[in-house]
């Protein structure tokens, strides 16, 4: 059963606009990305998915595959499942375009899931370790059952400790496998309720019944959101995972 990766990268970010060619270490974050993907060992391809001519020729210039989306697109979700229409294949990876750090082995670990449960959506957490995280809002919690299917979503502390008891809380690592036919209906789907309520998109497909399988994992996502990350992307592209 075939996989591929899409990485959605749009220049019009409101909160730092054209992100993706920001430098880091000297090469664009797109490329970091990109280049962290393809060590996946599951995936047959990689492509980037943009609607900007700059990025993707910065794309071309480093030998990555890139497709010209419209730009018409409110979310990563529907920028990729307009690429995925023309692929030959089964599952999906979306993996966000400001994460330079991705781990390809958990990459593997998501295909590897989504082939065992072909009718779910995968995704991933990391076991919170800074209490501070538990309430801030940024940091979108999850909750499990004990077959590892999502119960829910939040950016609130998930559970409530009422008894002050000792709870591992757990963070959603924002990236995504879906099978092909899911992704195309998912962005079909009108906004939910409970979607709109948090801002978190994945609650769109709970809501509407469909599965999503969390896989465990040890990385700590670190996204770019402000110029002040790319500063702790530099730092950490020292260590032993990406020296």
């Known amino acids: 059963m075939k996989a591929i990766a899409i990485i959605p990268a749009r220049y019009g970010s409101t909160r730092f606009p054209g992100k993706p060619l920001v430098l880091i270490k000297g ?5 970091r990305v990109y280049e962290q993907v393809v060590k996946s060992k599951e995936l047959t391809d990689v492509i980037v998915a943009t609607d900007d001519q700059e990025i993707a020729q ?7 595959q890139v497709v010209i989306t419209e730009q018409k697109h409110e979310t990563g979700s529907d920028r990729i499942a307009e690429v995925a229409q023309s692929c030959e294949a089964d599952f999906i990876v979306n993996v966000q375009g400001d994460e330079p750090l991705i781990q390809p082995q958990l990459i593997d670990d998501l295909v590897k899931a989504a082939r065992q449960a072909p009718d779910a959506v995968i995704t991933a957490k990391v076991a919170i370790k800074n209490k501070n995280s538990i309430s801030d809002q940024n940091v979108v919690k999850v909750v499990t059952a004990h077959d590892g299917h999502a119960l829910y979503f939040s950016r609130s502390p998930l559970p ?3 008894m002050d008891a000792d709870i591992v809380y757990d963070k959603h ?3 995504y496998c879906y099978p092909k036919a899911i992704l195309q209906a998912f962005v079909g789907l009108a906004p939910s309720y409970l979607e709109q309520a948090e801002g978190l998109e994945q609650l769109r497909l709970l809501e509407n019944g469909y599965p999503i399988k969390v896989v465990k994992t040890n990385y700590e996502a670190v996204g770019v959101d402000t110029e ?7 730092r950490l592209l020292g260590g032993p995972l990406y020296a």
Not at 58 to 64: A, D, P, Q, S, T
Request: no cysteine; proline share 4%; charged share 25%.
């Open 58 to 64: 910065v794309v071309k210039n480093f030998g990555g």
């Open 228 to 234: 002040a990350d790319i500063q702790k992307v530099e």
């Open 173 to 175: 690592v924002g990236i």
């Open 160 to 162: 409530f400790n009422r």
């Open 27 to 31: 090469k664009p974050m797109i490329q």
